[in-house]
C-alpha cells in the first residue's frame, strides 16, 4: 500500500498561514474519520497536533487544526511561528487494524 | 507524566536478528494498546505494528509481516518487537508509541524517543 500523498515541502512568513494536504483513496482517508497529524522536530519523538480529523489534544496551540473532504485530508496551521518549523505527517486508520502515514512535508518558516 | 523508552537497537548483519524492548512509566500500562512506528533514513514515518492491551490481537505492516513479532509483558510494563530475517530496508529509528482513544485506538497519543536499527553487512 503507498503512502498518504503530501507537499514535499511548504514555507510561510511568521504570521502568516499555511495548509497541508494530505490525499489517499476510499480505501483509508475517505473511509473512515481517523486521521491524525504529527509534528517532528529531528532528533525528537513525534508530537500529536490532531486525532480523528479536527480533534485538538489538550496543550495544543488552536492555531492548529484539520479538517477532511472526501479522500483528503488538510492541516492548517495559522499565525505561523518560528517553532513551527518541522515535518509534518498525517496519518490515516486503513482498515484491518493498519495504519498508513503520509511521505511527511517539510514546513519552513522564512 | 507518560514516558517511553525504547531500548535493543544496534547493528546486525542482513538475515540476523535483534529485540527492541519499549518500556513505560506514568500510567495504567495494561490499558493502553501500543504500536511500533519505524522512520528509514532520509524517509518518512512507516506504521509497523501494533497490540492491544491484554495481547490477544496484534497487526502488522505486510513489509514486515511474517518476520516481525510484537508482545507484551503487562508485569514489566514493557512491549517487545522480535525483528527476524533482517533487510537492508529495515535500517532506520524504531519509535513505539501508546496508542490514544477517543471513538477508536486510532492515533498515537505519546511516542518514545527512538531506537536506531542498522541492517548492513
Known amino acids: 500500500q503507498s503512502a498518504l500523498t503530501q507537499p514535499a515541502s511548504v514555507s510561510g512568513s511568521p504570521g502568516q498561514s499555511i495548509t497541508i494536504s494530505c490525499t489517499g483513496s476510499s480505501s483509508d482517508v475517505g473511509s473512515y474519520n481517523l486521521l491524525s497529524w504529527y509534528q517532528h522536530h529531528p532528533g525528537k519523538a513525534p508530537k500529536l497536533m490532531i486525532y480523528?480529523?479536527?480533534k485538538r489534544p489538550s496543550g495544543v496551540s488552536n492555531r492548529f487544526s484539520g479538517s477532511k473532504s472526501g479522500n483528503t485530508a488538510s492541516l492548517t496551521i495559522s499565525g505561523l511561528q518560528a517553532e513551527d518549523e518541522a515535518d509534518y505527517y498525517c496519518c490515516s486508520y486503513a482498515g484491518s487494524s493498519t495504519f498508513i502515514f503520509g511521505g511527511g512535508t517539510k514546513l519552513t518558516v522564512l | 507524566e507518560v514516558q517511553l523508552v525504547e531500548s535493543g537497537g544496534g547493528l546486525v548483519q542482513p538475515g540476523g536478528s535483534l529485540r527492541l524492548s519499549c518500556a513505560a512509566s506514568?500510567?495504567?500500562?495494561?490499558?493502553?494498546?501500543i504500536h511500533w512506528v519505524r522512520q528509514t533514513p532520509g524517509k518518512g514515518l512507516v506504521w509497523v505494528s501494533r497490540i492491544n492491551n491484554d495481547e490477544s490481537s496484534r497487526s502488522y505492516a505486510d513489509s514486515v509481516k511474517g518476520r516481525f513479532t510484537i508482545t507484551r509483558d503487562n508485569a514489566k510494563n514493557t512491549v517487545y518487537l522480535q525483528l527476524n530475517s533482517l533487510r537492508a530496508e529495515d535500517t532506520g529509528v524504531y519509535y513505539c508509541?501508546?496508542?490514544?482513544?477517543?471513538?477508536?485506538?486510532?492515533?498515537?497519543?505519546?511516542w518514545g524517543q527512538g531506537t536506531l536499527v542498522t541492517v548492513s553487512s
Open positions: 506514568g500510567l495504567t500500562f495494561s490499558t493502553y494498546w
Open positions: 508509541a501508546r496508542a490514544g482513544y477517543s471513538s477508536a485506538w486510532s492515533y498515537f497519543e505519546y
Open positions: 480523528e480529523g479536527s
